[in-house]
């Protein structure tokens, strides 16, 4: 199975596996985001690690259980050969309603097919009030014509 763009990456296939990472993940679909990542792929998310589709999806299917309306915007940070640095931002409430704004990096490893296949994320939680909010577009894919991030000074 192949994902393009493959590596090596230049500037706008490094862009490109960014966005659409970004639309898999605005997606919800744990099934179809785990397409992505190789099947054994390595993960470091928070404290947590693990490895495979398997745990792709049931991490991914925990994470969106707890983090409603959740919407992401990711940005190319830096790039090399079959390596992605992104920041990232996304929104979402609790089962409360409280409202969340999570930062934070990404580093990916791609094999020669694009998928991924090692992925470390770093991410902090930083309460906002439903005022603050920024990301108002409806579920799913990010509009072409929304801010990205570095467009809204974050």
């Avoid at 296939?13 to 792929?41: F, H, I, M």
């Avoid at 049931?58 to 050969?81: C, S």
């Avoid at 929104?91 to 580093?107: C, I, K, P, T, V």
């Amino acid at each position: 199975m192949s994902r393009p763009p493959l590596p090596p990456f230049n500037v706008e296939t490094a862009k490109q596996k960014v966005r659409l990472a970004e639309d898999g993940w605005n997606s919800r679909d744990p099934e179809k985001v785990s397409l992505a990542y190789t099947p054994d792929s390595r993960w470091r998310n928070r404290s947590e690690m693990f490895a495979g589709r398997e745990n792709i999806v049931a991490f991914l299917t925990r994470k969106w259980a707890k983090e409603l309306d959740y919407r992401l915007i990711k940005e190319l940070w830096a790039f090399h050969e079959n390596r992605i640095a992104v920041r990232f931002a996304y929104e979402y409430r609790d089962d409360s309603g409280n409202w969340f704004r999570a930062y934070g990096n990404e580093n990916w490893e791609f094999d020669e097919d694009g998928l991924m296949r090692h992925r470390v994320a770093s991410i902090n939680d930083k309460p906002i009030s439903a005022e603050d909010r920024l990301f108002h577009w409806p579920l799913g894919r990010r509009p072409d014509d929304h801010p990205g991030l570095s467009d809204l000074g974050l």
